[in-house]
């Protein structure tokens, strides 16, 4: 072999190691088999910055400290399991940033088509979820390069609809494989009423919380005879709509996302009892509220005042209270001539009696008749004739 085979062979030899080490410089994807195994695990100090937790909504930041103008695979490792809809998918990488190439949402997939190292040859974009409206699954990963000093810093994205949880945000190359775990939760939301939890129906009630997710606060009221997804506070006769605000009662948070509401039942006509009442990051109803920062609090309305009442006697309690009754009359009638009366009988003296009676008082009506007084003797005579004319005709 002369000099020049000697020197194309190596030239051929260096395109293949760039284009293992470097697919953009080659134009394909990089094939880590040419280059061995890349350091990962302990020994991997390629992110040196952006473990830790954040609230959905906010952003973090993840720092790569490589070789100077080197590149690197960065995505949203292990996430395939997830769909892409709202709700169900990972930090996005904010697009625009300098040194951060993302490929087209309508391809073609050349940082995406990049093997992932120890997974049986499977790629980036069999590693992360699919494109759903609104949600291109490009935003999961992107190519970077480093600067002369090989440091870079990537901005990754949370919003409502990144699902709370444990990611795995990894960078690779043929030479190196690391990764760092950033926590993603919802905001912190907390809601409190003033006072021991039992109010008057006339009595203004303030609620105060905190939301660190969203400005806004909605509430529910559940309770006696309301209606399961939850009613508005000031209107319990109308159903919240899930998703529809307007729907809701609401409060704008003030700073450091501290908020304040006052209620009063009484302008409600709600009945005494207990109830509860939900303060929600987003206009979600009760059934609705898995993806939501929420809290409740526990209130008990008192009632108007029980008027006392008087319940009738029954009568079968009441003790018995008998009629007088007289003495029966003797059976046997005494005989009508006195001289047929037995030996040793005498008949008993009828005495007649007379009861005083006090004059009446003086009026001014028309004079009384006054009667002659009767005589004692005559009234016991007409006593004793009536009773001997009432024994002869009863014999």
């Not at 690197?72 to 996005?92: E, I, K, M, N």
């Not at 030996?343 to 004059?359: D, E, N, S, Y």
Request: hydrophobic share 35%; proline share 11%.
């Amino acid at each position: 072999m002369n000099r020049h085979s000697h020197i194309l062979l190596a030239a051929v030899i260096a395109l293949l190691v760039l284009a293992a080490v470097s697919p953009a410089a080659a134009g394909g994807v990089a094939n880590c088999s040419l280059a061995g195994t890349p350091v990962s695990g302990e020994n991997a100090e390629l992110i040196t910055a952006g473990s830790g937790t954040v609230y959905r909504g906010s952003t973090f930041s993840i720092t790569l400290e490589g070789r100077p103008f080197a590149e690197y695979y960065l995505w949203v490792r292990d996430t395939a399991d997830l769909s892409g809809a709202a709700h169900d998918r990972p930090p996005v990488i904010l697009p625009g940033q300098a040194g951060v190439t993302m490929d087209p949402e309508s391809g073609p997939y050349t940082a995406g088509s990049f093997v992932v190292f120890g997974s049986g040859g499977r790629t980036i974009l069999d590693n992360i979820p699919p494109s759903a409206p609104g949600a291109p699954s490009t935003g999961y990963y992107a190519r970077v390069a480093t600067g002369p000093d090989g440091d870079r810093t990537v901005k990754f994205q949370t919003a409502f609809e990144t699902r709370p949880g444990r990611y795995r945000i990894a960078a690779e190359n043929c030479e190196i494989a690391d990764e760092v775990i950033v926590n993603v939760e919802k905001g912190a939301f907390s809601i409190r009423a003033d006072g021991e939890q039992k109010y008057a129906m006339n009595e203004t009630i303030r609620l105060h919380g905190t939301n660190q997710e969203t400005n806004t606060t909605f509430f529910i009221l559940t309770g006696p005879g309301l209606p399961r997804p939850g009613v508005r506070l000031t209107r319990p006769s109308t159903a919240v709509i899930n998703g529809d605000a307007v729907s809701f009662d609401s409060v704008t948070g003030g700073e450091n996302g501290t908020w304040t509401y006052s209620w009063t039942p009484a302008a409600q006509d709600l009945p005494g009892g207990t109830y509860t009442i939900y303060g929600t990051s987003y206009p979600f109803d009760t059934e609705h509220l898995d993806v939501a920062a929420y809290s409740t609090v526990s209130i008990i309305l008192l009632g108007p005042p029980t008027q006392a009442t008087t319940t009738p006697a029954d009568p079968a309690t009441l003790p018995s209270n008998p009629a007088p009754t007289m003495a029966a009359p003797p059976d046997t009638p005494l005989p009508e001539n006195p001289a047929e009366l037995p030996a040793g009988t005498t008949r008993p003296a009828i005495k007649a009696t007379a009861t005083a009676v006090p004059p009446p008082l003086p009026t001014t009506s028309a004079p009384v008749t006054r009667k002659s007084p009767v005589d004692p003797a005559l009234a016991g005579a007409a006593l004793l004739i009536g009773t001997v004319a009432l024994l002869v005709k009863q014999a």
